[in-house]
């Protein structure tokens, strides 16, 4: 099992930026790919960002690109994949989830983080 916890949201004005965490814990040696997706009130969810592995491959949201950053730190024996948000927009305003991919079961999701872009 993997346990996923996020952190870093809350209310923020236009322009402004956030950094989002989430701590993965129980067997990260199984995880892949992690990603963050968000989901706003009336819409579906949308994939945000994903991250390999290894960090050394990144993907993006069209909506996100040259806003966002997503990186991750596999030390020690937690798996953390951090979200930086910059020049945030109104649009920008949902809850975000993080997701873990794993050789062996999941995906895992965590309990999300709400994310409000207001002036």
């Known amino acids: 099992q993997v346990q996923l916890v996020e952190s870093g949201g809350g209310l923020v004005q236009p322009g402004g930026s956030l950094r989002l965490s989430c701590v993965a814990s129980g067997n990260v040696f199984s995880i892949t790919v992690m990603a963050w997706y968000r989901q706003a009130p009336g819409k579906e969810r949308e994939l945000v960002a994903g991250i390999s592995r290894s960090g050394n491959s990144t993907n993006y949201a069209d909506s996100v690109k040259g806003r966002f950053t997503i990186s991750r730190d596999n030390s020690k024996n937690t798996n953390t994949v951090f979200l930086q948000m910059n020049s945030l927009k109104p649009e920008d305003t949902a809850v975000y989830y993080c997701?873990?991919?794993?050789?062996?079961?999941?995906?895992?999701w965590g309990q999300g983080t709400q994310v409000t872009v207001s002036s």
């Open positions: 997701k873990a991919d794993s050789l062996f079961r999941g995906p895992y």
